[in-house]
């Protein structure tokens, strides 16, 4: 029997408190090679997207070696391009936040289910995509 480490433990029974148990956080890592198409770049991110059983959204990505314009979550698979379904919230230095109260519908949490959906910042030199990361659960 594996054992559950006292933190994850704890981020549980706080999940549950709040009313809403994260089915997973998301770490990413984003690029350009995740773009599509795949974009040369220097930039890279990192962050967490959180998805609550009842789809509620929360997280944040961060950004360097790039201005960055704005940043979403998008509903495609890997290798595709897809529709915004989530505009993220430009913060300081290179953040961008899911907005309080952003929650998936029905169809967009069975796409999240199935790793269909996506982070990506844009900028002036790649207004379609500068850096990437898929959303798996």
């Given at each position: 029997?594996?054992?559950?480490s006292?933190?994850?433990?704890?981020?549980?029974?706080?999940?549950?408190?709040?009313?809403?148990?994260?089915?997973?956080?998301?770490?990413?890592?984003?690029?350009?090679?995740?773009?599509?198409?795949?974009?040369?770049?220097?930039?890279?991110?990192?962050?967490?997207?959180a998805?609550?059983?009842?789809?509620?959204?929360?997280?944040?990505?961060?950004?360097?070696?790039?201005?960055?314009?704005?940043?979403?979550?998008?509903h495609?698979p890997?290798?595709?391009?897809?529709?915004?379904?989530?505009?993220?919230?430009?913060?300081?230095?290179?953040s961008?936040?899911?907005?309080?109260?952003?929650?998936?519908?029905?169809?967009?949490?069975?796409?999240?289910?199935?790793?269909?959906?996506?982070?990506?910042?844009?900028?002036?030199?790649?207004?379609?995509?500068?850096?990437?990361?898929?959303?798996?659960?």
């Amino acid at each position: 029997m594996k054992l559950v480490s006292r933190a994850t433990r704890a981020v549980l029974a706080l999940a549950l408190a709040a009313g809403s148990a994260a089915l997973m956080a998301a770490e990413l890592k984003l690029s350009g090679d995740q773009e599509v198409p795949p974009v040369t770049t220097s930039a890279s991110g990192s962050g967490n997207i959180a998805v609550a059983a009842d789809g509620t959204v929360s997280g944040s990505v961060k950004v360097s070696g790039v201005e960055a314009t704005a940043a979403h979550i998008h509903h495609a698979p890997p290798g595709k391009n897809g529709p915004v379904i989530i505009p993220l919230t430009k913060g300081e230095g290179g953040s961008f936040s899911v907005p309080a109260g952003a929650r998936l519908n029905a169809d967009q949490m069975k796409a999240y289910q199935a790793g269909e959906l996506y982070v990506n910042v844009h900028s002036a030199a790649n207004p379609g995509g500068e850096v990437r990361a898929q959303i798996k659960p």
